[in-house]
Antibody
Framework: EVQLVESGGGLVKPGGSLRLSCAGS????????MNWVRQAPGKGLEWVAS????????YYAPSVKGRFTISRDNAKNLVYLQMNSLGAEDAAVYYC????????????????WGQGTMVTVSS | QSVLTQPPSVSGAPGHRVTISCTGS?????????VHWYQQLPGTAPKLLIF???NRPSWVPDRFSASKSDTSASLAISDLQADDEADYYC???????????FGGGTRLTVL
């Protein structure tokens, strides 16, 4: 089955770090811009970060800029989200989502989403 | 202002029609950026419902339609069915954000 599979979520203390991974299963993610989107419990969707296919272009939401880093390893068919200085406001289900274009273009929707991985921030 | 505003909830009886609005500003929808819509069924990941303002993926029935005008967009669902109960999100690009922006989401209840 063609899908995106996230992993790496879990419980982390405030101020801690976590690295999430997103794997393409059954297809190659290398041609695609990839995104991370999060959803706090009972809340709406919030775009977090995007990365172009060659990693040349990186974009971040203001709420995570300077703390989170998006990256990818096309040889391993993986996309990552390194999250540092985590706070309670970062607790959410984190989804990775694909765009069927090389760059994170406004005209291209997020056409495939993973099932999400939960991040809990608590002491 | 980097906000897309949706009504928190809408409801309708089976067989009826509902619309969900998405109001933006001159930095997103009003700047000409496309609007996409997603459906999130309870306990699942979002799924693309409408892309580039009016287009439906092949899996989406034609009961779902959408439009865009000036600084707003709208999703219409006709012939409501029980399994349409879900959260619906609009999305656009915001030039102030230099990234994607989602509406706050609208919960559809089929009475």
């Amino acid at each position: 089955e063609v899908q995106l599979v996230e992993s790496g979520g879990g419980l982390v203390k405030p101020g801690g770090s976590l690295r999430l991974s997103c794997a393409g299963s059954g297809f190659d993610v290398s041609p695609n811009a990839m995104n991370w989107v999060r959803q706090a419990p009972g809340k709406g969707l919030e775009w977090v970060a995007s990365i172009s296919s060659s990693s040349s272009y990186l974009y971040y939401a203001p709420s995570v800029k300077g703390r989170f880093t998006i990256s990818r390893d096309n040889a391993k068919n993986l996309v990552y989200l390194q999250m540092n200085s985590l706070g309670a406001e970062d607790a959410a289900v984190y989804y990775c989502a694909r765009q069927e274009r090389e760059y994170a273009s406004p005209v291209v929707p997020f056409d495939m989403w993973g099932q999400g991985t939960m991040v809990t921030v608590s002491s | 202002q980097s906000v897309l505003t949706q009504p928190p909830s809408v409801s309708g009886a089976p067989g009826h029609r509902v619309t969900i609005s998405c109001t933006g500003s001159s930095s997103n929808i009003g700047a000409g950026y496309d609007v996409h819509w997603y459906q999130q069924l309870p306990g699942t990941a979002p799924k693309l419902l409408i892309f580039r303002n009016i287009n439906r993926p092949s899996w989406v029935p034609d009961r779902f339609s959408a439009s865009k005008s000036d600084t707003s967009a709208s999703l219409a669902i006709s012939d409501l069915q029980a399994d349409d109960e879900a959260d619906y999100y609009c999305q656009s690009y915001d030039k102030s954000l230099s990234g994607s922006l989602f509406g706050g989401g609208t919960r559809l209840t089929v009475l």
